[in-house]
């Protein structure tokens, strides 16, 4: 008769144990409040953005206009954002699509502030989807400047917010090594992550200050 042994894997050394057991690691608390930060100010401006879209909507029907408090003048004019064609990429108004994606990234945020911890697959695709978010906005970004010839304030502040958590969580994976990257490169993110969301904020100021340039002189 054969004899089945089980084996204790409390007995093993704690080398063998890592390989054995996934490797999870909990983000610091800079880290948490960064993303329950900028996921909050995410998803005020995606409820302000779509309460003001429902309005607008409201307001055709019933054959009379509305004008939301960010339309300040013919540059900074979330009506006229709001109402293009681009406001609606996916079939419905963008927005919507940010107060739930947005609202991700809080709780993410919350489980990190109570100590949670998540294997690399999930810090992968926590990545990718900030990824999507900051490609997403760049193109939004083009469309505001070049196409629409319009600026919304509200996006604005989700462009921001978007930008600083894709590159903390970023820099996070990089450090940590779920992401492959020299060790210059891991270096770098240590000590100078504020460096690329400080540079990125700063290109697209740069893009709206001299698309407009002689309507900020005049």
């Given at each position: 008769m054969s004899k089945t042994t089980v084996k204790d894997v409390s007995m093993e050394p704690e080398s063998e144990?890592?390989?054995?057991?996934?490797?999870?690691e909990g983000g610091s608390r800079a880290l948490a409040l960064l993303l329950v930060i900028t996921g909050a100010a995410g998803l005020?401006?995606?409820?302000?953005?779509t309460i003001d879209k429902f309005k607008i909507l409201e307001?055709?029907?019933?054959?009379?206009?509305?004008?939301?408090?960010?339309?300040?003048?013919?540059?900074v004019s979330c009506g006229s954002v709001m109402e293009s064609k681009q406001a609606a990429v996916f079939g419905?108004?963008?927005p919507m699509l940010g107060?739930?994606?947005?609202?991700?990234?809080?709780?993410?945020?919350?489980?990190?502030?109570?100590?949670?911890?998540?294997?690399?697959?999930?810090?992968?695709?926590f990545n990718a989807g900030c990824l999507f978010g900051?490609?997403?906005?760049?193109?939004?970004?083009?469309?505001?400047?070049?196409?629409?010839?319009?600026?919304?304030l509200w996006c604005s502040l989700a462009w921001v917010a978007t930008i600083l958590m894709f590159w903390y969580v970023t820099s996070f994976n990089i450090r940590k090594g779920f992401l492959p990257a020299p060790a210059w490169l891991r270096s770098f993110f240590g000590e100078f992550t504020w460096v690329m969301p400080v540079l990125?904020?700063?290109?697209?100021?740069?893009?709206?200050?001299?698309?407009?340039?002689?309507?900020?002189?005049?």
């Open positions: 144990r890592a390989e054995i057991a996934p490797r999870t005020l401006a995606s409820w302000v953005i307001a055709k029907v019933a054959g009379t206009t509305f004008t939301p408090g960010c339309s300040l003048n013919p540059v419905f108004p963008n107060l739930v994606c947005y609202g991700i990234v809080i709780a993410v945020g919350v489980s990190l502030l109570a100590r949670a911890r998540f294997p690399r697959w999930y810090w992968l695709t900051v490609v997403f906005c760049a193109w939004l970004m083009f469309q505001s400047l070049y196409r629409i010839n319009a600026l919304c990125h904020i700063g290109i697209i100021g740069m893009l709206v200050l001299t698309r407009w340039w002689d309507f900020w002189l005049s």
